[in-house]
Each structure stands twice: as C-alpha cells, then as structure tokens.
C-alpha cells in the first residue's frame, strides 16, 4: 500500500512537474512572441543623409580650336638700291643722273626749238646766260622760260656783258648773241663731253662750282679742243650747261659759253 502510494505521489509530482513544464513552455513561447512585438528593438538611428549639394549648372566646355600655325615668312633677298648720292662729283654719278636730260637740250640748241627749251628751264629760277666762265651772278642775263619767244623776237639789243680783252660791251640781240655766245659750234657733235669735270681751261677765273656746286647741281660741258691745226688749241670753246634738281627732275638754270681768253 505504502509502495503504491509512493507510486501513486510519484505519478502526480511526475503530472505537476509535466504541467509545470508545459505551461512554461507555453509562456516562454508567449513571451518570446510579446517581447519581440512589444519591447522597443534597439535600433541604430538612421543616419541622416546629407541633403544634396544643389549642383552648379555645368557649362559645356567648348570645343578648343587649335589655333592656325603661322608660319613664318621665309627670308626674301632684298633688293641692292644704292643710295642717290649726296654729291655729283664723281662724274659716272653725274652722267648717270643727267646725261638723257643734256642730250634734249643740246638737241632742241641745235634746233633753235624754243618751245622745247622752254620745257627744260628751271620754271623759277630761269636760265642764266654767261658769255665766259666767270659767272656775274648780280649782272649775267636771267630768263625765264615762258620769255624766251619774246626775247628772241625782240629787235632791240640786250646788255649781255663785257668783251674779254677789249672791255668792250656785249651788245647784241638774242639770236646775234645765240650765234657768239650760245650755239657757235655744232657742240651737238662736240668731240669731248664731260659731266662736272672742267676741260676747256683759260686765263679767266672759272667760278661755276662755286655758284653750282657738285652737291646739287651737275655741269655738262660739250667741248672742241680745237677747229684749226694752225691756232694749235688756242681756238678751243666750250658750252657748258647747268642743271638743278627740282623734286624729281633736272632743270637747266645756266648756259655758260667759254673760250680761250687772254
């Protein structure tokens, strides 16, 4: 009986302990369920994302044109220009400058062509005629060119100047004068021509490059060394004609006669 009833407490502490068992499996099962919709989770607060950054409107680069190549001008020869010379005294200088220039001149004297001669004169200064090599600048005859028609038509005498040796005036017309003092050679086939160099030289001081320097002006001489054998050269004569550059052309501004003088 005993041991039945220990059998029979047994039994019952087993139900209880059983019944304990499974109620507090239940609650746990229950209160794993509530704790985990019920209790807070502890959550990480969410990081709050930075607000964007407005970003700038962004300009499309522009396309970069490669800039052209300029190539250098390659080195080109220049030209050999020789200065106008400051001076004529050289006479190739001289001749170059003036020699087509002398040569309408000594043409149109030959000629007796005014008209032409005219053309040639400086149009202010004139033509200044010497009958010897000593220029009187004060008292030799000037003439324009627009005056020489008239001159030459004139019938009365001009004062021209002295005679060499006799002192004597030279009184004569313009076409007497022309005759004596101007053309009395064929000078157009003279056999010696020279450009600012002096070849007819006699007792008479020559002053034209003193009055027309060789810096700006140019004296061509047509020049006979002599006509007859027998004077043995004292019968020499000279034209000398002078030239003055105004702008950009030469002028005629003397007509110098020359000859042998005692």
Same mark, same amino acid.
Not at 80 to 88: D, L, N, V
Not at 226 to 250: A, C, H, I
């Given at each position: 009986?005993?041991?039945?009833?220990?059998?029979?407490?047994?039994?019952?502490?087993?139900?209880?302990?059983?019944?304990?068992?499974?109620?507090?499996t !239940?609650?746990?099962?229950?209160?794993?369920?509530?704790?985990?919709?019920?209790?807070?989770? #502890?959550?990480?607060?969410?990081?709050?994302?930075?607000?964007?950054?407005?970003?700038?409107?962004i300009?499309?680069?522009?396309?970069?044109?490669?800039?052209? @190549?300029?190539? $250098?001008?390659?080195?080109?020869? @220049?030209? =050999?220009? *020789?200065? #106008?010379? @400051?001076?004529?005294? *050289?006479e190739?200088? $001289? /001749? *170059?400058?003036?020699?087509?220039?002398? !040569?309408?001149?000594?043409?149109?004297? /030959?000629? &007796?062509?005014? *008209?032409?001669?005219?053309?040639?004169?400086?149009?202010? /200064?004139?033509?200044?005629?010497?009958? %010897?090599?000593?220029?009187?600048?004060?008292?030799?005859? &000037?003439?324009?060119?627009?005056?020489?028609a008239?001159?030459?038509?004139?019938?009365?005498?001009?004062?021209?100047?002295?005679?060499?040796?006799?002192?004597?005036?030279?009184?004569?017309?313009?076409?007497?004068?022309?005759?004596?003092?101007?053309?009395?050679?064929?000078? $157009?086939?003279?056999?010696?021509?020279? %450009?600012?160099?002096?070849?007819? !030289?006699?007792?008479?001081?020559n002053?034209?490059?003193?009055? %027309?320097?060789?810096? =700006?002006?140019?004296?061509?001489?047509?020049?006979?060394?002599?006509?007859?054998?027998?004077? &043995?050269?004292?019968?020499?004569?000279?034209?000398?004609?002078?030239?003055?550059?105004?702008?950009? &052309?030469? %002028?005629?501004?003397?007509?110098?006669?020359?000859?042998?003088?005692?």
């Open positions: 009986m005993r041991r039945m009833m220990e059998m029979v407490l047994v039994a019952a502490i087993m139900s209880v302990m059983t019944g304990c068992v499974g109620e507090q !239940k609650g746990g099962t229950g209160t794993s369920t509530s704790s985990s919709s019920q209790q807070p989770t #502890s959550m990480v607060p969410p990081t709050a994302s930075p607000a964007p950054t407005p970003s700038m409107p300009s499309p680069t522009p396309a970069l044109t490669p800039a052209p @190549t300029i190539q $250098a001008p390659l080195p080109t020869a @220049t030209p =050999s220009i *020789k200065p #106008s010379p @400051t001076s004529f005294a *050289k190739a200088d $001289a /001749k *170059k400058a003036i020699e087509s220039r002398a !040569k309408e001149t000594i043409q149109a004297l /030959k000629e &007796q062509d005014l *008209k032409k001669l005219a053309e040639l004169i400086h149009p202010k /200064k004139g033509v200044q005629f010497s009958p %010897y090599s000593y220029i009187h600048v004060s008292s030799d005859i &000037q003439v324009l060119g627009s005056g020489l008239a001159l030459w038509a004139n019938t009365s005498t001009t004062h021209w100047g002295d005679y060499d040796g006799s002192g004597d005036p030279i009184d004569l017309t313009f076409p007497d004068y022309w005759d004596k003092f101007v053309y009395n050679e064929d000078f $157009a086939a003279a056999p010696q021509i020279s %450009y600012n160099i002096i070849l007819g !030289k006699g007792n008479m001081i002053n034209v490059f003193s009055v %027309y320097p060789t810096t =700006s002006a140019i004296t061509v001489e047509y020049h006979y060394p002599g006509l007859d054998p027998q004077f &043995q050269g004292m019968d020499w004569t000279s034209l000398r004609l002078v030239y003055e550059n105004s702008g950009t &052309q030469w %002028y005629l501004v003397a007509i110098v006669h020359d000859q042998h003088t005692m």
